[in-house]
């Protein structure tokens, strides 16, 4: 084990709900807000990860990359470390760690144990399991959460939900087993660690040293609460619930790295001053693969046609723009210019890309194609069977002219999205448009001057955080046909 001592420092008792961590762990970018009582009133504040971390880039205080990256030295960095210590080793030829989620919510799971992690991704003669890959990854992310904590003067150790996008039910039931065990591992990992979080790498042998010890305890339940938390479900409904004197029909549009996710609501106002509006899930929430993702690969393809033979004929540019698309795809979304030019390690600069190139390239079409079909299958064209958990709502849909759509999650700010909601859609063989509304923030706190514009890629960890957070599988649907609801297992 040499220098490091297995710690755990979980508590053995249940933790009290009246405080409570909210992670997600995304695709590009780990996020996490915590939910805590002060002066009486309910708050929620976002944790500045990326200022923990020591991240430079004023527009990633809250994030922190979901990346690793192996050293040729056979050292482990992280998060803008990760990305940092890449770009120094470009010649080495060995890419980041990165898109872990997608072994979630894609990959094969049948024999996950024991899947290896890419050669390319690790120096030669190297071995790592992606598990152990998923619990370092996350023991660095607690590392980051459990010292937000303690700024805040808050018990570091207080509870964790997690988020996680739609999933079909037997994905769902692994994916859940394997977050909850990698973040009780994790959180055990980060303390045994200590201190030494600070050194510039830490070797390999030696985390897989301390994660073979931790998996050999037995960590109680209590620490991570049961049910996932369901990303568009989060990202959405503190918004819905709190806008509006009305009853209203809402769809939130979850746009994150790995994939797009839809959810419908009903709403109503609050019927007293001291009492928040209610937002309930509707019908079953829905998710495509068709997300940031597949941006990154537009945007690669057209420094692919601006570089013509200097890419063909160049792996490192290749190697590099894969490695890089993210940082420089964020860089054209929040530049006042909306544009980016791509520099490459050895000088080599590419020509401007605005953001009109990305939006009217000819794939981009599919794109919204993609995510359109996703939204129109939320609700049924036709009245259904009496038994359907939304068929209240279409005894009342035709109470409604519109629906309201609210954006979340990093791809929130594509110009292209509006074509999505510009046709009606249909609903009980009823045309209802589709009107955008902003999402505001309720039930949170936060006086950094990059809230404001960062909270659609916060929703979901801040909105998961809620303790209105809509569990319950029976719940009343406030005058809107039949007086209950079934709403999906996936949701409890």
């Not at 406030?478 to 709403?487: A, D, E, T």
Request: hydrophobic fraction near 40%; glycine fraction near 8%.
């Amino acid at each position: 084990m040499g220098r490091y001592q297995v710690k755990n420092k979980l508590p053995n008792t249940a933790i009290g709900d009246d405080a409570v961590v909210c992670i997600d762990f995304g695709t590009a970018y780990c996020k996490a807000a915590v939910r805590i009582y002060k002066n009486y009133e309910e708050r929620i504040s976002p944790l500045r990860l990326g200022m923990i971390a020591g991240d430079p880039r004023s527009n990633l205080e809250f994030f922190c990359p979901s990346s690793l990256y192996v050293s040729t030295d056979r050292k482990v960095y992280f998060g803008h470390d990760a990305e940092r210590k890449w770009s120094e080793e470009i010649n080495s030829g060995i890419s980041k760690i990165e898109s872990m989620k997608r072994w979630l919510s894609v990959d094969r799971y049948d024999d996950f144990e024991d899947a290896l992690i890419d050669n390319e991704c690790l120096p030669t003669g190297v071995v790592l399991k992606k598990k152990y890959a998923l619990i370092i990854m996350l023991a660095y992310l607690s590392r980051l959460v459990s010292s937000g904590l303690k700024r805040m003067e808050v018990d570091p150790f207080m509870k964790r939900r997690y988020s996680r996008p739609v999933l079909e039910e037997k994905r769902a039931r692994w994916v859940d087993g394997i977050m909850r065990e990698c973040l009780k591992s994790g959180q055990i990992v980060a303390d045994s660690i200590g201190g030494y979080w600070a050194l510039e790498g830490i070797p390999l042998n030696d985390l897989i040293d301390v994660v073979d010890e931790v998996s050999k305890l037995k960590i109680p339940d209590d620490f991570i609460e049961q049910r996932p938390v369901l990303e568009p479900v989060a990202a959405g409904f503190l918004a819905v619930a709190n806008g509006g004197n009305d009853r209203d029909i809402s769809i939130v549009i979850d746009v994150g790295a790995g994939t797009t996710d839809t959810a419908a609501f009903f709403s109503r106002p609050a019927f007293r001053r001291d009492e928040s509006g209610a937002a309930l899930p509707v019908g079953s929430p829905q998710s495509t693969p068709w997300a940031g993702d597949f941006l990154d690969s537009v945007l690669i393809g057209i420094i692919e046609r601006q570089l013509g033979e200097d890419w063909s004929s160049n792996i490192k540019y290749q190697r590099e723009s894969r490695g890089r698309v993210r940082e420089w795809k964020e860089t054209l979304f929040t530049s006042r210019a909306g544009v980016v030019k791509p520099t490459f390690v050895d000088g080599k600069v590419c020509s401007a890309i605005g953001k009109d190139q990305l939006v009217t390239d000819k794939r981009m079409h599919e794109f919204v194609h993609k995510i359109r079909s996703a939204l129109d299958s939320l609700f049924p064209k036709k009245a259904i069977a009496e038994t359907s958990d939304i068929e209240h709502v279409l005894k009342g849909i035709h109470a409604f002219d519109s629906i309201n759509v609210v954006f979340a999650g990093g791809g929130s700010n594509l110009p292209i999205l509006e074509s999505i909601i510009m046709s009606p859609i249909i609903v009980d063989e009823k045309k209802l448009s589709l009107v955008r509304r902003a999402m505001v923030p309720a039930k949170v706190f936060d006086d950094s001057v990059q809230f404001e514009a960062r909270y659609p890629q916060l929703a979901v960890a801040m909105g998961g955080a809620s303790s209105e957070y809509p569990w319950s599988k029976e719940a009343k649907t406030y005058g809107l046909g039949s007086s209950k609801q079934n709403i999906s297992e996936s949701f409890t």
